[in-house]
Nanobody, 114 residues
Framework: QVQLVESGGGLVQPGGSLRLSCAAS????????MGWYRQAPGKERELVAGIGSGGATNYKDSVKGRFTISRDNAKNTVYLQMNSLKPEDSAVYYC????????WGQGTQVTVSS
């Protein structure tokens, strides 16, 4: 059974940074394209960053240059480094494959506020 466990969220001031982690189990992690998604209150969940099995990355336009996705296949973990955070980045952040195939984890809350 696949399990996705996100961590690293918190409250940060505008312009601050956070590093999110997602530990995956029950899947052949290295074979999968992984993504970070987010869902703000009243909005649909959206994909913000993806990373292929070979390390190729892509980003939602609004986070390009500020967010960096990476992965450690030996640890079955995908990361999201978020810099220059803005209030509009506030959301619950989730990881999953692209497209999403597995049950969503609990997510990790990111709140950007002064």
């Amino acid at each position: 059974q696949v399990q996705l466990v996100e961590s690293g969220g918190g409250l940060v001031q505008p312009g601050g940074s956070l590093r999110l982690s997602c530990a995956a189990s029950g899947m052949i992690f290295s074979f999968n394209v992984m993504g970070w998604y987010r869902q703000a209150p009243g909005k649909e969940r959206e994909l913000v960053a993806g990373i292929g099995s070979g390390g190729a990355t892509n980003y939602k336009d609004s986070v390009k240059g500020r967010f960096t996705i990476s992965r450690d296949n030996a640890k079955n973990t995908v990361y999201l480094q978020m810099n220059s955070l803005k209030p509009e980045d506030s959301a619950v952040y989730y990881c999953n494959t692209i497209p999403s195939r597995f049950k969503w984890g609990q997510g990790t809350q990111v709140t950007v506020s002064s």
